[in-house]
């Protein structure tokens, strides 16, 4: 099982060369969430899920030994001044962390990062944190252990940048690179089969509605097909 929290820096077996599988939660309906959860399930493989809110489907997903929860904090509302949704860092974190008390590892919507988040994740017993993309596959991925103890791992490919436009993000070019390779992705965007952010955006009043998203999917080269092509990797691989 490779589960992010299991990653040593010192230790390169716990990460050289293999290849990890994370699921952002992003308030997605039940339904969404078990779509993503059946294909790791069905192909035998371990993920992370980072949590955002209570779900019957997560609490089942925690249960499944072959699996791992994390938190997927927000602090958005806080960067744009959301004053009717904006909470203090501490109580985000006390939030997530009652509904998941034995998370250890951690990935904040949109990436929000500081060094007051960092801190207020050990105090709450976080021991990973999945905050840095580095999506260059010139660079050679490696975790390292922050200035508090925290073990920093950095993304390796993310499955809505993938369906940027300007962006040449194809997956085989990922799968030849040495080091840590870890591949996000987003239920919602499983679900839709998103190959550009347009249709998840026309899309949004239907988000937690699976039955009428389902006539919005699409059915070419999109996130699921990408996500098949990760576990195919994976089960090739061992990784």
Same mark, same amino acid.
């Given at each position: 099982m490779n589960f992010l929290k299991d990653i040593a820096p010192e230790d390169?077996?716990?990460?050289?060369?293999?290849?990890?599988?994370?699921?952002?939660?992003?308030?997605?309906?039940?339904?969404?969430?078990?779509?993503?959860?059946?294909?790791?399930?069905?192909a035998g493989i371990s993920a992370t899920w980072f949590s955002t809110h209570d779900s019957g489907v997560v609490r089942r997903i925690e249960r499944d030994k072959s699996q791992d929860i994390?938190?997927?904090?927000?602090f958005v509302p806080n960067l744009i001044c959301d004053m009717e949704r904006q909470k203090p860092i501490k109580q985000v974190f006390s939030e997530l962390m009652n509904l998941y008390p034995r998370?250890?590892?951690m990935k904040s919507h949109s990436l929000v990062d500081s060094t007051i988040?960092?801190?207020?994740?050990?105090?709450?017993?976080?021991?990973?944190?999945?905050n840095i993309f580095i999506p260059?596959?010139?660079?050679?991925?490696?975790?390292?252990?922050s200035y508090n103890g925290i073990i920093r791992l950095p993304l390796r490919w993310e499955d809505d940048t993938a369906c940027l436009p300007s962006v040449n993000y194809e997956l085989d070019?990922?799968?030849?690179?040495?080091?840590?390779?870890?591949?996000?992705f987003h239920p919602i965007h499983v679900f839709l089969n998103t190959e550009n952010l347009n249709r998840y955006e026309e899309t949004r009043k239907f988000h937690?509605?699976?039955?009428?998203?389902?006539? @919005?999917?699409? /059915?070419? #080269? +999109?996130t699921e097909t990408r996500l098949k092509k990760v576990?195919? @990797?994976?089960? /090739?691989? #061992? +990784?």
């Amino acid at each position: 099982m490779n589960f992010l929290k299991d990653i040593a820096p010192e230790d390169v077996s716990t990460w050289q060369n293999k290849s990890f599988i994370e699921f952002d939660v992003d308030w997605a309906s039940e339904e969404i969430i078990e779509y993503s959860y059946n294909i790791i399930k069905e192909a035998g493989i371990s993920a992370t899920w980072f949590s955002t809110h209570d779900s019957g489907v997560v609490r089942r997903i925690e249960r499944d030994k072959s699996q791992d929860i994390g938190i997927h904090p927000n602090f958005v509302p806080n960067l744009i001044c959301d004053m009717e949704r904006q909470k203090p860092i501490k109580q985000v974190f006390s939030e997530l962390m009652n509904l998941y008390p034995r998370a250890k590892v951690m990935k904040s919507h949109s990436l929000v990062d500081s060094t007051i988040i960092q801190q207020t994740a050990k105090d709450f017993g976080i021991t990973h944190d999945n905050n840095i993309f580095i999506p260059d596959p010139k660079v050679e991925l490696n975790p390292w252990r922050s200035y508090n103890g925290i073990i920093r791992l950095p993304l390796r490919w993310e499955d809505d940048t993938a369906c940027l436009p300007s962006v040449n993000y194809e997956l085989d070019r990922f799968f030849s690179v040495s080091g840590l390779k870890i591949f996000g992705f987003h239920p919602i965007h499983v679900f839709l089969n998103t190959e550009n952010l347009n249709r998840y955006e026309e899309t949004r009043k239907f988000h937690q509605c699976s039955e009428k998203l389902r006539h @919005y999917r699409f /059915e070419g #080269n +999109g996130t699921e097909t990408r996500l098949k092509k990760v576990v195919e @990797y994976i089960l /090739e691989n #061992n +990784g």
